[in-house]
Structures are given as structure tokens and as C-alpha cells.
């Protein structure tokens, strides 16, 4: 059900590139003595957030598929629900109360979500699975509107995400662009640049160059849907 933990804090207000991404993240923030607790949506194009200062945030990215019953991840697409926080520090979710997790519990945390009827992972169906198959299998337009609502995204959607989040990576590691777009299947050079125009926010050459300005992804991307 959870794809990657992380967390990292701020020295000085500033701002961030959120790149788009295909899963929803559970988030939770303390500064200046409060806590915040707020589930993101998807995302479908990269935007400039917000950085506080003295913040510390705890993140986790759940799977592709795995959804919040409250809020399906449909239902919030560039958005987010902010949770209410008690007087104790605890996290109302679900209209229950929940002990704030920490990066050290937080699997403890994630469970009592499942267990409690509250996180759950539906099997997401994938059109070239079923394709030649007998009738009495769903069409592939019912494939595609039960995967849209599930995960809030087209396949397609998912698929260019994924796929330019990963460029993104090859080419702040130092790849050539022709090398990306030769592995990723990239048309040319103004296919791949526009891609990352619109949901990384960011050049080839920034990339590359290893520009300043922070950006959403600080880790490897994997080859899976979601990953």
C-alpha cells in the first residue's frame, strides 16, 4: 500500500517545483509548534508551492490503487483534504482519531489504517491484459472508467507521468537528452522538452545543470505504473 516514506525539513521560507505524480501522499507538517495533517491528490501538471520555514514534513506516497475510502483519489485531482488535528496532537481521519505517526512507526500507522476499513488497495485492470480475450470480459471502455476511478487518472495519464518523471531523474544524473528520449520513446528532443515543461516544470538544461530551485522528486523513479 506504500510505495515510499519520506521527510525532510526547511531552513528559510522559499518556494518548490511539485512535479505531477500519479499517487496520492499523505502529508504531515509541524511548525512553529502546530501540526497539519492533509491527504494531496494526483497531479496533473507541475505547480509552484509554498515552502514555510522551520517545517518539518513527513510524507507517504501511497501505491498506485491504493485509495483513502473517504476520499477517493478521484475526487481530489490537483487537490488535497486537510484532516482536523485535536488539542492532544492526534489526526481525525475518517471521523476517527489517530495517533500522529512518526518516519519510525509509520508502518504501524499505515496498518491500523487498513485494519480500521480505511485504506484499501483495489486491482487495477489494464487494457492489453484483456485484449483477444472471450466475451464476457469487460470492454476496454469499462477498463478505462473503472481505472479513472480508482486512481483519479487515464492509463495514458499514468503512463507520460511516470514516464517524464523518469526523464527527469536520467537527466539530473547527467544523461544525454538524446539518450532519454531514445530509452523513454520519446519522439525528438521538442517532444521530451515539452513534457517536462508541463509537468516537472523544469529544462533539460536545468536538469542537467543541476539548478537550485527544489523540486518535488529527490529520489529514483522505478519502471512500474506509480513507482
Not at 484532516?83 to 492526534?90: E, H, L, N, Q
Not at 495519464?157 to 539530473?172: E, F, G, H, K, Y
Not at 521530451?192 to 516537472?200: D, E
Request: proline share 5%; with cysteine.
Amino acid at each position: 500500500m506504500v510505495n515510499r516514506v519520506w521527510r525532510t525539513r526547511s531552513d528559510a521560507e522559499d518556494t518548490m517545483t511539485s512535479a505531477a505524480r500519479t499517487c496520492c501522499q499523505l502529508i504531515f507538517t509541524r511548525m512553529q509548534g502546530h501540526l497539519f495533517a492533509s491527504l494531496r491528490g494526483p497531479e496533473t501538471r507541475a505547480t509552484t508551492a509554498p515552502v514555510p520555514r522551520d517545517a518539518e514534513f513527513l510524507g507517504i506516497r501511497l501505491t498506485l490503487g491504493t485509495v483513502l475510502r473517504p476520499h477517493p483519489a478521484a475526487s481530489i485531482v490537483d487537490g488535497l483534504v486537510p484532516f482536523p488535528v485535536t488539542d492532544s496532537g492526534r489526526v481525525v481521519i475518517g471521523g476517527e482519531e489517530w495517533e500522529t505517526p512518526t518516519y519510525e512507526n509509520v508502518e504501524q500507522f499505515v496498518r491500523r489504517l487498513r485494519d480500521g476499513g480505511l485504506l484499501a488497495r483495489s486491482r487495477l485492470k489494464v487494457e492489453e491484459h484483456v485484449a483477444g480475450h472471450p466475451d464476457g470480459h469487460p470492454s476496454k471502455r469499462t477498463i478505462q472508467r473503472q481505472y479513472r476511478a480508482i486512481t483519479g487518472l487515464s492509463q495514458t495519464a499514468v503512463t507520460q507521468i511516470d514516464r517524464v518523471n523518469a526523464a527527469a531523474t536520467m537527466l539530473r544524473d547527467g544523461l544525454d537528452w538524446r539518450t532519454v528520449v531514445e530509452e523513454l520513446g520519446y519522439f525528438d528532443q521538442a517532444h521530451l522538452a515539452h513534457a517536462l515543461r508541463r509537468y516537472v516544470g523544469r529544462t533539460a538544461r536545468g536538469l542537467q545543470a543541476g539548478d537550485d530551485a527544489a523540486v518535488s522528486f529527490l529520489y529514483k523513479n522505478g519502471p512500474r505504473p506509480g513507482s
